[in-house]
């Protein structure tokens, strides 16, 4: 890990994770009038709800007689929206640390977060809002290809540029699969195949006529078979995929760049590493506050585990509530007072629903 150096941004708190637990933490933490950083590895809010089941309708959230995954998502980020929360998606948390105190006297850790995709936050609480973990690309069982991860074999959408006038192949057999490959055929590749373990597709029926158009014009190649090997050129670039059947048929598949996308799953990752009480995989926490055995670092959401504990989104929302206040107590040294939306000045300023005139 490298040291602290300057560049990162400050904030009161940090949150991980922007499923349904994460968004109304931020919610609730804003109206505190705390700064606060969201961040999430999936390239989009939502958590289990938009990955999961996004179109699947929830009966269960109060107020909503029925909302989708994504419904639920999209009210959520509306809530948010009058609070500028920033959000830094497709980036996973890899280390949480306290950083050194400046004094003596600052008994209060700070905390120092940091993602794969470089950003660095310094904050006095973080919210720990994993869900079931970190959604990671579904790796090829192919050890070998680490070796040219970033280079030639790309996890996550690469730059146009990656595969200008590249041999690329698509592995997989998803939507996102597909939608990949016809995306690259469409932008400069010098020609795309598309490898699945066999020819049917976990497609609609207009993305599978868009694939069939694409295969029947030759803009896409159909290759079946499992990835089982990776061969090198003499200057040690990936050159080829070793390729079984179903029936053991092996052959070799020349590329230059490799675009896996078996779909994403769901890994505690580095979490297991950042020395907290667990509980078979859950993080223990204080059910009056939620605050983890670690003080400064609160955990709500499906990640928390306490008597009685359920995984349910109107669970993760009052353990929302609650650190919020708790660390908004944490932070301030003070008690909050019980106000409501409906009639706090300071709330309705917040959330810009007070006329200017009178705002306190
Ligand atoms: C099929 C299905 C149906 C369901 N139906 C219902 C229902 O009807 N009613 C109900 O109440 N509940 C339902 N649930 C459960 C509900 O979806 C969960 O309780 C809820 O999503 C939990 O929210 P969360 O924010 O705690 O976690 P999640 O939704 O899992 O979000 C956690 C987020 O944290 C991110 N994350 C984790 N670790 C890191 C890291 N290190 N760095 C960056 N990001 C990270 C993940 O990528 C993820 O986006 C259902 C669940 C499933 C699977």
Do not use: N
């Amino acid at each position: 890990m490298k040291p602290a150096d300057g560049t990162a941004i400050d904030t009161d708190v940090a949150v991980i994770g922007a499923g349904p637990a994460g968004l109304f933490a931020a919610f609730q933490l804003g109206l505190q009038e705390l700064s606060v950083h969201v961040v999430d590895s999936l390239p989009h809010a939502g958590g289990q709800c938009a990955e999961l089941y996004p179109d699947k309708p929830i009966y269960d959230v109060p107020g909503w007689p029925a909302c989708s995954g994504h419904e639920l998502t999209q009210g959520l980020l509306r809530q948010l929206e009058p609070l500028h929360v920033p959000l830094h998606l497709g980036q996973v948390v890899q280390a949480l640390q306290a950083l050194p105190s400046a004094s003596a006297e600052d008994e209060a850790p700070r905390w120092w977060l940091q993602t794969d995709g470089g950003l660095d936050l310094h904050a006095r609480a973080v919210v720990i809002a994993a869900g079931v973990g970190a959604f990671l690309p579904r790796p090829l069982a192919v050890p070998e290809l680490q070796r040219w991860e970033g280079q030639q074999v790309f996890y996550r959408d690469p730059p146009p540029a990656a595969w200008l006038d590249r041999r690329v192949v698509v592995v997989g057999g998803t939507a996102a699969a597909v939608q990949l490959a016809l995306r690259v055929a469409d932008s400069g590749a010098a020609s795309v195949t598309l490898l699945h373990r066999h020819d049917r597709f976990a497609i609609d029926a207009e993305l599978d006529a868009q694939l069939q158009s694409a295969i029947g014009a030759g803009w896409i190649r159909l290759a079946l078979g499992q990835p089982i090997g990776a061969l090198a050129d003499d200057a040690g670039q990936l050159q080829a995929l070793e390729v079984a059947t179903a029936t053991d048929e092996r052959y070799s598949l020349p590329l230059e760049v490799l675009l896996p996308r078996l779909g994403l799953h769901p890994r505690l990752g580095p979490l297991a590493h950042w020395g907290l009480a667990l509980q078979r995989k859950h993080l223990v926490v204080d059910a009056t506050t939620l605050q983890t055995s670690q003080p400064g670092l609160y955990a709500v959401g499906d990640i928390t585990h306490y008597p009685g504990k359920r995984k349910l989104i109107v669970c993760a929302f009052h353990e929302a509530t609650l650190a919020a206040l708790a660390i908004t107590e944490q932070l301030r040294g003070a008690p909050v007072p019980l106000e409501y939306t409906t009639t706090s000045p300071r709330l309705l300023a917040r959330l810009g629903r007070l006329p200017t005139a009178a705002r306190p």
